[in-house]
């Protein structure tokens, strides 16, 4: 059985890698999707937010049972490394759990390779679940020309979340490959194809 760790830098095109490997038939556990489903209301790591960060990151302050305001604590953990870290520590060990739970229902569904979508694959050391990863890498100005199309950012926002993670260089130096999404959407098919169809990571 294969489990490769598939991550790379905000916008660098990973969720399009993603999308090429899931019409694969490749299992994808998605650990964006898995947070997500981690902090809704009511959950352990809700509660655990609103103790740390206070009712203030709530869609509805006077409601324990609000949703997350997600750009306002977006915007407070990307200013804060310690917060960023804290936040993660609230979330991190529900995701991972759902990850394990998921990882056993495609394991005895008799799939032999499982993708792990994990955008702080290095970061939280998931990588050395994986016996092989992929970092998603693309031009600085293309990365940040993405960002700032796709959230509205100016330049100046885009640089700070991309400089709040783990460089995209130090991640391709400890990955087992990389995907260069500098190019057309065929390009970048035709390097997930070379890796899955024919069995290069596993």
């Known amino acids: 059985m294969a489990l490769i760790g598939l991550t790379g830098g905000i916008s660098t095109g990973k969720s399009t890698v993603s999308k090429i ?33 206070g009712t203030k990151v709530l869609l509805d302050p006077e409601n ?9 604590l977006g915007a407070i953990i990307f200013e804060n490394e310690e917060k960023r870290r804290l936040l993660n520590k609230c979330v991190h060990q529900y995701v991972f759990r759902s990850m394990t739970l998921l990882l056993m229902k495609y394991l005895l569904s008799g799939h032999t390779c499982i993708v792990l979508d994990v955008p702080l694959l290095f970061e939280t050391k998931t990588d050395r679940m994986c016996s092989a990863t992929i970092v998603v890498d693309c031009n600085e100005s293309t990365q940040l020309e993405r960002l700032m199309k796709r959230d509205g950012f100016t330049e100046e926002e885009a640089r700070k979340r991309i400089g709040a993670q783990m460089s995209t260089e130090e991640k391709k130096s400890l990955a087992t490959y990389v995907i260069d999404n500098n190019h057309d959407l065929e390009n970048t098919k035709a390097q997930v194809l070379a890796l899955f169809q024919r069995r290069i990571l596993w």
């Open 21 to 53: 490997i899931r019409s694969l038939g490749i299992p994808i556990i998605d650990a964006d999707v898995l947070a997500r489903e981690a902090v809704e209301p009511g959950t352990n790591a809700h509660k655990l937010i609103v103790k740390e960060f």
């Open 64 to 72: 324990l049972n609000s949703g997350l305001n997600r750009e306002l």
